[in-house]
DNA sequence: CTATGGACGTGACAAAAGTCACGGATCGGT
DNA sequence: ACCGATCCGTGACTTTTGTCACGTCCATAG
């Protein structure tokens, strides 16, 4: 039998997975989570043999889970995402995560998926796979991706500067390096591509 | 029997509701789609009792779904969305949807409410339905929501005003007048609680 | 040791974005 | 017809953003 938690904030998937995972005679749903910090609590509790962490998550994302409890207890985690990007893949892995899958692939797959995990393999789409090989590695050094970060919300340059306790013309050199990196000409753009590319 | 159209361009959701309500021994699955223009195109082919819409789809959304297929047929639709917005629900009672639903809700809730629209009520989550009460009517008028969408995506005011032929000086007023209503300082900003609150 | 290169920080300058006051068009109400 | 209200469009004016040239610090290689 095997053991699984499933972590996602949106309920209605969450609880349709559940349910047909449940239909599985060889699988045990022994947790639903809506959020990271439930989700890692949970798994340090009952150490199921799968975790399946939504990415997406409030609070903690579904790779910050996946390497907190791999880290604490003998426990598997896939990682699914609606828009699985080459970053993302790249963090994951890093981060311990054995299996990766995204949302646009059907249900019915999920438990397949998981039957490959708990046996020790690993498991990574075939077409997130294909993405992640054209090598798309940020530009950004670790400060511009702090400016980044910070302005997403479309604050002002003194905004930025005083939370990261700069002189605004440092934020504007570093928004303007930004935009020469990312070739875009305005911050918004740059802090859609760089979501885009999954980057912060 | 009650027949059901299911469009949701997530493909995991999408496949796990169909599974689930091909449990149900009152409901029939007869179509699944991936986005509105298929959506649309199905359900005009083989007129479903209730069609079960995703609003966030490439091409046409859930709502201009719902417009076009009530339209036509006697088909009646439910409304399924990740973040509901009052703005948006709305919209979508002023196109003939018969249902509002959350994906925070359970799977478990979508056969009964299928039941439920199959049988000639309307149903209103009635989370969405307090939220929509303390009304929160879009100020901006629809030149202004123009503007706004067409810098949603961070081009300059040169370039919003070349794809509406304005001059830019306009464009700037416009923009002006948005952020003053608001009461935001950037466009970026604009944008964002315009989204949030489901008016572009 | 020094020099070469990278990341970070800063201030002066040009080009945007945002503000303001104004004119014309349209639509209801009187 | 007149008035008021509202929206659209425009150009002058100020503030913010983006660009550039420069200096510092630190690491690594010759």
């Not at 910050?64 to 993302?88: D, F, L, Q, S």
Request: charged share 30%; net charge negative.
């Amino acid at each position: 039998m095997i053991r699984v938690l499933i972590a996602d904030d949106e309920g209605m998937i969450r609880s349709a997975l559940a349910a047909l995972l449940r239909l599985e005679p060889d699988i045990d749903v022994v947790a639903e989570c809506a959020d990271g910090e439930q989700a890692v609590a949970a798994a340090l509790r009952l150490e199921p043999d799968v975790c399946l962490l939504d990415l997406e998550m409030p609070g903690l994302d579904g790779v910050e889970v996946a390497e907190r409890v791999t880290r604490a207890v003998a426990t598997r985690c896939i990682v699914i995402t609606r828009h699985a990007r080459p970053g993302v893949l790249r963090r994951a892995l890093a981060s311990g995560v054995s299996g990766f899958l995204p949302k646009s692939r059907g249900a019915d797959e999920v438990a397949a998926v998981i039957r490959r995990i708990a046996a020790g393999e690993r498991y990574i789409d075939s077409e997130v796979a294909a993405d992640a090989l054209r090598d798309e590695r940020c530009p950004l050094t670790d400060r511009e991706l702090d400016i980044l970060r910070a302005g997403r919300r479309g604050e002002t340059t003194g905004q930025i500067a005083r939370t990261l306790s700069l002189a605004p013309g440092t934020v504007r050199n570093h928004v303007s390096a930004i935009l020469a990196k990312l070739a875009v000409s305005t911050r918004q753009q740059a802090v859609l591509t760089a979501e885009e590319a999954g980057w912060i």
